[in-house]
């Protein structure tokens, strides 16, 4: 089913057929790219409150703005769909998210209009910065750089570091602030309090509205009137908040708060602030979810509310005829309340993603021992080592992908102190829809390096709760990483009783019969199960072994299998450059065996969006391609004894 697009939506291919339309006009474009967005969203999915939001501001921007050359760069990208559309990508929109489809964030190799690739939050301020110091340095001093950002991403570390940076650059940067107070789930922290003592002080707005219509009236006149209407402004603003303005305080020209749904007036307010040098805040005020009652009433849950009836607003569920597994993360959170109740010294610590990760069942059950720390990721880390130094032990549930962001701290202020920290990763492996920023591809080779670090990965939902118990454990009173992916698991009854694995112990699966054994790790060991299975009918019997560790190996169990069998296929939902693959083949080397390997697992390239299975099939490691892998060494096997034979 294609959507149609209003009439004015339909006539827009481009910012510069925008640019055509009367500013009256505006109005009526932004209704119907907001009814685009839900009309596409209810049908194909996809991120849905946070475009909702910025509809007004992303057609003020373009019809303002000559993008692409004064470059537009999106904070994460989850709002960007009105962006997409209004730049020429309307028709192809329902493709969004989609197989071999368009991007859900910007992608610079996607348009000329995604000035920067984003995915991860709070990388939009610094990345502006680069492309104004740039221009300055080539002299062209007529284009504009704009940073969009929520006040969610707002909080991390970058940001400000950013901020700090540019406040003293004195570019050509416009920073527009998106305060709706949500990321995923709402925002924490002081600058979430600073922002609404700014939003809802109705003194400091009264009087900001008549400087913003005096300051206006005298940009007309030159810049000295406009220097005198900036001391005048700024005075008035520490006057009336009772203390100094943040972004005033970082050298920044702040405005606002202005309704970011007002099309017309913010047309209006960018205009006169494309003619004002130099670094600028411009504070604009939305709801996430804008426009549809149910996303504006519950945020979180219409984030990415997946399939829906737009009139009734029902989210489409499968209703199974069975019981069926859990997701991965939901195991988590019921776990960590289990082991809680256990043991008064576990903690649980997320940046920002309480409801991503379900640590918001221990946050409800137990309050005072949850802590949502905001996106600041870096501050995750270091806050658990900080608990871990007094005996507690926390649990940090980051994504895989976020991780990345936090790994100085990983082996700095864990690792090299041999602090009891358990790092839970969630969406390891592909994490799907959401395509190369998201995918957790790197933990295994980039945690399996550190010094004192236990790396593991469950191949089912028991599993996960075995591990995530031993991690407690005093004997492994060091740092623990647990990786998992995104999505459901296999076990629907997987409520059993916590038990301890030896660390650095695997288990056999299958005993084959035949030459070739298959080393799994994590959850796509299951993969191989239905591989070995179908070889089985062929004749095959095949060795299958989950490692359930790649740091530290079960080298007795790799032993055996060296030992007895005359091929091996590894298989990892995870970088074959220095992954559990690679650590079998330091294994065979460092013990002097020499038989035919075959690695599976993400290729050494950037691999993009789609579901998990179709990516598992383009990267040859779904159980189809397992049993390839084998029949493959298999063949070399019986190629190699014909060869001995014949001599």
């Known amino acids: 089913m294609i959507v149609e697009p209003g009439p004015l939506l339909a006539a827009i291919n481009s910012p510069a057929d925008l640019k055509e339309l009367r500013e009256d006009q505006l109005v009526q474009l932004s209704q119907e790219l907001r009814q685009f967005i839900i009309d596409s969203v209810s049908i194909y999915g996809g991120h849905f409150g946070a475009s909702l939001g910025v509809v007004e501001l992303s057609v003020a921007l373009h019809y303002v703005f000559n993008t692409p050359y004064d470059q537009l760069v999106w904070d994460v990208g989850h709002q960007a769909y009105g962006h997409k559309i209004l730049t020429g990508r309307r028709n192809q929109f329902h493709t969004n998210r989609k197989y071999q489809g368009l991007s859900g964030f910007p992608k610079r190799s996607e348009s000329e209009y995604d000035a920067f690739g984003v995915g991860h939050s709070s990388t939009s301020i610094g990345a502006a910065l680069g492309m104004a110091v740039a221009s300055d340095y080539k002299k062209e001093f007529d284009r504009q750089h704009i940073a969009v950002i929520g006040d969610g991403a707002m909080t991390a570390g970058m940001a400000f570091e950013a901020l700090n940076h540019a406040g003293v650059a004195n570019t050509n940067l416009l920073v527009i602030l998106n305060d709706n107070c949500m990321s995923i789930d709402p925002n924490v922290g002081a600058l979430k309090e600073y922002l609404t003592d700014i939003t809802t002080s ?61 099309v017309q007036h913010l047309a209006a307010i960018l205009k006169d602030l494309k003619s004002i040098p130099g670094p600028k805040l411009l504070h604009c005020v939305t709801v996430k979810g804008k426009g549809y009652a149910l996303a504006e009433k519950d945020q979180t849950l219409w984030h990415a509310p997946g399939l829906f009836d737009k ?17 991965y993360q939901d195991v988590f959170g019921h776990t960590m309340v289990e082991l809680a109740e256990q043991n008064p010294k576990i903690m649980g610590v997320t940046p920002a993603m309480p409801s991503g990760c379900s640590l918001n069942i221990m946050m409800k ?87 004192n670090m236990v790396v593991a990965s469950p191949m089912n939902e028991e599993e996960l709760r075995n591990l995530m118990y031993t991690a407690t454990l005093p004997e492994n009173a060091g740092p ?86 005359k091929a091996v296929v590894t298989v990892e939902d995870g970088c074959l450059p220095g992954g559990f693959g690679a650590a079998v083949l330091e294994f065979m080397a460092d013990h002097g065996y020499s038989l035919p390997v075959k690695r599976l697992g993400i290729p050494d390239r950037v691999v993009e969006h789609g579901s998990q299975d179709e990516l598992y099939k383009e990267c040859g490691y779904d159980a189809a391609g397992i049993a390839q892998a084998v029949r493959d060494m298999q063949a070399k096997v019986t190629d190699a004894r014909t060869s001995k034979l014949l001599r």
Not at 368 to 379: L, M, N, P, S, T
Not at 383 to 396: D, E, I, K, R, Y
Not at 526 to 539: F, M
């Open 202 to 262: 109705r003194t400091y707005n009264r009087v900001r509205d008549e400087l913003w219509n005096v300051l206006g009236k005298l940009s007309k006149f030159g810049p000295n009137p406009q220097a005198i209407a900036s001391k005048v402004e700024s005075a008035m603003k520490a006057t009336l908040m009772k203390q100094s303005n943040l972004f005033e305080s970082l050298k920044f020209r702040y405005f606002g708060p202005v309704d970011g749904h007002d």
């Open 480 to 565: 623990f990483t647990i990786r998992y992916p995104r999505g459901e698991g296999v076990m629907p009854e997987w409520r059993r009783p916590l038990q301890r694995i030896a660390v650095g112990t695997g288990r056999t699966v299958r005993e084959g019969q035949g030459d070739v054994a298959i080393l799994s790790l994590g959850h796509i060991g299951n993969y191989a199960v239905r591989a070995t299975q179908q070889l089985l009918t062929e004749g095959l019997d095949t060795g299958h072994y989950d490692l359930r560790f790649c740091k530290p190996l079960d080298e007795e169990l790799l032993h055996q299998v060296f030992s007895r069998y």
């Open 365 to 451: 059950a137990m309050p005072d021992r949850a802590f949502d720390v905001g996106i600041a990721e870096q501050h995750a880390v270091t806050f658990s080592a900080g608990l871990a130094t007094q005996g507690l032990v926390p649990f940090c549930n980051i994504y895989s992908s976020f991780m990345q962001r936090a790994y100085d701290q990983v082996v700095h202020d864990v690792a090299l102190q041999n602090l009891h920290v358990v790092f839970c990763l969630d969406r390891a492996g592909f994490a799907g829809a959401d395509g190369a920023t998201h995918h957790g591809a790197y933990d295994l080779a980039y945690m399996r390096c550190v010094p």
């Open 311 to 327: 009139i009734t607003g029902e989210i489409y569920k499968k209703v199974p005829d069975k019981p069926q597994p859990p997701k």
